[in-house]
């Protein structure tokens, strides 16, 4: 839908677009590596399956988790690219992206984490034998995993407050304002998966841990977890969608460009064009 309104001109392509493409590509191959950790014992007693199985699914994990870095990261910098098109007031503007250095820096972190968790790399996938421990040495994978976790949490707090503490300084009727606020709450169903997923690694810390059962949920969640990132991420191009191809609608592009309202007005010509800028973008959200 999303790349359909952009196609048709309804509103013109962005960063945004370009990261929530990538990150749905990324996504995409989620759904054969969860299939194949299925067929080689995922959800099933770690030691009823054999030893090819074993090695197969914590491959098909190892890989996972560098997907899931990928993914989340790029889904985090359409969001806050999306941020800088609807808000780009210069205060706000340094603090997105200081956000998105900072969801880069740790993206980048975690993803090298992941890969290089062993040495030498192929430990990652035959840690479970008996005679793994003397050919090297591997990092924790859930304490690593615990510290993505809440890092992304917090983050995610974070970037749900960024814009509900901005909408009210927007010149919008009050039911512009409720509309666009309930779109960013949205953002609250991402928090929810986030959290389930760091509960359950948690979990696994505390608990004996049997690989191929434990990896499941985790895997499910993360899976839920970007699936509803990216719905929250696109739920704009969704009314932008309904408005254009179900309803055949295309006006209402214009409606609220509205006067600058005087306190605005002193604060110079560069700002008024970024409140225009600002409003413009609204129009095609909220339209």
């Not at 990538?22 to 995409?28: H, L, N, P, S, T």
């Not at 994978?141 to 949490?153: L, R």
């Not at 779109?183 to 690694?201: D, I, K, N, P, Y």
């Not at 499941?216 to 977890?225: C, D, F, V």
Request: charged residues 15%.
């Amino acid at each position: 839908m999303r790349v359909a309104v952009k196609v048709a001109g309804v509103s013109a392509w962005g960063p945004d677009d370009w990261m929530i493409l990538g990150a749905y590509a990324v996504f995409v191959a989620f759904v054969p590596m969860n299939v194949y950790e299925g067929r080689n014992g995922a959800g099933q007693n770690m030691w009823s399956l054999t030893a090819d199985q074993i090695t197969n699914c914590f491959k098909g994990y190892y890989v996972l988790q560098a997907l899931y870095h990928c993914t989340i990261t790029l889904l985090k910098a359409s969001v806050l690219f999306l941020y800088q098109r609807i808000f780009p007031f210069k205060r706000l503007s340094i603090a997105l992206w200081a956000t998105q250095a900072f969801n880069l820096i740790t993206g980048v972190m975690f993803l090298f984490l992941g890969i290089f968790q062993c040495n030498p790399v192929h430990l990652a996938w035959t840690i479970w034998r008996q005679d793994a421990q003397s050919q090297g040495t591997c990092m924790n994978i859930v304490d690593i995993g615990i510290a993505h976790g809440a890092i992304q949490v917090g983050l995610d707090l974070w970037m749900l407050a960024l814009p509900l503490m901005q909408i009210q300084s927007l010149n919008l009727k009050w039911e512009k304002k409720s509309s666009l606020m309930a779109m960013f709450s949205l953002g609250l169903f991402l928090t929810a998966a986030s959290s389930v997923r760091l509960r359950l690694l948690t979990e696994d810390h505390q608990e004996t841990y049997n690989f191929t059962v434990n990896s499941l949920p985790i895997s499910t969640w993360s899976i839920i977890e970007i699936g509803v990132g990216i719905f929250t991420a696109c739920a704009p191009s969704i009314r932008q969608f309904f408005r254009v191809f179900i309803l055949r609608r295309r006006d209402g592009q214009a409606s609220l460009h509205s006067e600058p309202s005087p306190g605005r007005a002193s604060g110079g010509a560069v700002e008024e064009v970024h409140y225009a800028r600002s409003q413009t973008h609204v129009d095609e959200i909220i339209a």
